[in-house]
Structure formats: C-alpha cells, structure tokens
C-alpha cells in the first residue's frame, strides 16, 4: 500500500530512485566479479578461486556482459541526473568516460593469462579476437557522442532553455569521440589500440578510468565545502564528514593506483589494481547513497528544473 504521507511528484520520485539505481548498478557489478572469483567452470559448473588482477580484466570472463551493461547503465543515469549546479556538470563530464571503460578493454599481461586467452611476446595485448568489437564500440561512440550533442543544442536553442556549462560538456564530449575516432581508425596512429596511450600499462582503459574517477572526487569536496542553494536540504554534519572521508578517501585510492601503475613491473602479480577499483566502486555507491538521502525530500532537486 502506498504511504499517504509521501506527496512526493513523479518526478521527485524519478529522481530519487534514478539516484539509488547508481548503488545497485555498483552492487551488481561487484556480485558478478565475485561470482566469476569462485566459479572455475561453469558447464560443468564447478566452484574455485580465480582471482584476476583488476575488476578490468573480467571483462574477459562470463561476467563480461554484466561489466558492460553497469557502466553504460551507470553513463544513462549520470546523464539523467543533469541539473543546474556545477556538481552535475562534473557528473555529466564522468558521463562521457563511463562507457568507454566498458567498450575498451585493458590489456591482458603475457605473463598472467586470463583462461586461454593471452598474448605473444612480453608486452600486454587485447587479444585480436577482440579487437573488432572494441572497434565497433568506439566507431558507434564516436557517432552517437557528437550526435547527442548536436540534437541536445537544437532542443535546448528551441526551446530557450539554459543550461550552465553544457559548452563545456559538449565540447569535451565532441573531443573526446573525435580522439578515439584517432586512436582507433587513423593510419599511422592506430597501431597498437587500444594501449596506444603514452605506453601505459591498460592503455586507455587505464586512462579513462583514471580521469572518471578523478572527476567524481571532486564532487563530494564540493559538497563538503559548498553552501547549498536554498531549494536544497542542507547536509546534516554527519553527511559533510561522509562526504569529506568519501573525497580523502577517493583522492588516497587515485595516488594508489597511479603509483600502481608506474611501479607495475615491480609489482608483479599482486592485485592491488583489483583492489583500488573495488574501494572506488565502494566509494562512489556511498556517495550516491548519501546524498540520495540528503535530498531525499527536495522539492526541487537539481535534475528536475
């Protein structure tokens, strides 16, 4: 039976279950890897230990179609959340990198292969047998990405609607699909995608995932330090330490891993690549758990102008 009591609109109700679908999709995603942990077979189904070096690499596993769906789940609800603050011109920039951490895999290391799956020589590789779908998945973000841009500013310019930073938005969007379009087709560039990125270890993977993540911790330092509008229920002391140990936290797990990654050889096959990802994936459903919660009763949430 509904509560009698909660007069809240469709679109307040939209926009505070949209918030909360960000916590599950995260939920989900991590029951898959754990899943795919503990089962070495699945026809016959047998259980084990298969512990990959990162999240990422799953990507090769059965829980491959899981990991993609979540972050491009996670892109839409992102998008969705759009508003008139510069919090959620920061969500709306994380969104343009979200579905390229699903459609462009890290590389597989020669020395750890993943099932049968692994590379030749001694540098990391995406397998070819791969390499098709990650181009078909860039060619297609590479049209949509520009296409939503254009269609939004002729919707907006129509209808007079003001958005702040959406030239921001846009032109880091349009930029973005532009490079990939370079990385993944030019002549004379395209060798070596998608770990064409300065030789880092995972490639643009690796890269993107850096800058989603980096971008998101901005956002509850922001709401820690910022004086709410006055449509907005102000966060309780108890939310401003959340969203502080939230923004040190993800801030420590970012120098983790970039320290990862310039000491990858040393390191060899300790998962702290798996660990960094798993604290913010944990990081960023509480967050979203929080500030759900924070505005829950909001008359006038940022994403429902």
């Not at 769906?69 to 996670?74: C, D, E, F, S, V």
């Not at 990405?145 to 349009?174: D, N």
């Not at 120098?255 to 096959?269: F, P, Q, R, T, Y």
Request: charged share 10%; hydrophobic share 55%; with cysteine.
């Amino acid at each position: 039976m509904a509560d009698p009591d909660d007069a809240a609109t469709t679109g307040q109700k939209t926009h505070r279950y949209l918030r909360l679908s960000l916590v599950f999709v995260v939920f989900a995603l991590l029951v898959s890897v754990a899943i795919q942990t503990v089962v070495a077979s699945w026809e016959p189904f047998r259980l084990g230990w298969n512990l990959l070096p990162s999240i990422s690499h799953y990507f090769y596993t059965p829980a491959r179609d899981v990991f993609v769906g979540a972050l491009i789940a996670a892109a839409l609800a992102l998008l969705a959340l759009s508003g008139r603050d510069r919090t959620t011109v920061l969500l709306d920039v994380a969104a343009v990198f979200a579905p390229l951490i699903a459609l462009v895999p890290t590389g597989i290391d020669p020395r750890h292969p993943i099932g049968d799956l692994t590379c030749p020589g001694t540098t990391e590789c995406v397998p070819a047998v791969y390499l098709d779908d990650v181009r078909a998945g860039v060619a297609a973000y590479a049209v949509v990405v520009p296409t939503l841009v254009v269609t939004m500013a002729v919707i907006r310019r129509r209808r007079g609607i003001v958005a702040p930073g959406t030239a921001l938005v846009s032109a880091i969007a349009i930029g973005t699909a532009a490079l990939m379009a370079g990385l993944a087709f030019l002549p004379g560039i395209r060798s070596g995608f998608p770990l064409n990125v300065l030789s880092l270890p995972g490639g643009i993977h690796f890269a993107v995932t850096l800058i989603f993540f980096a971008i998101f911790a901005i956002v509850p330092i922001l709401h820690a330090r910022s004086t709410p509008d006055t449509s907005e229920t102000p966060p309780t002391a108890r939310q401003r330490r959340a969203y502080r140990w939230i923004a040190g936290l993800m801030i420590a797990d970012l120098v983790m891993l970039i320290a990862v990654l310039l000491l990858h050889d040393a390191l060899g096959h300790l998962p702290l690549v798996l660990v960094g990802e798993t604290v913010a994936l944990l990081l960023f459903a509480w967050f979203w758990s929080v500030q759900t919660f924070q505005r829950w009763g909001d008359a006038n949430p940022p994403s429902i102008v």
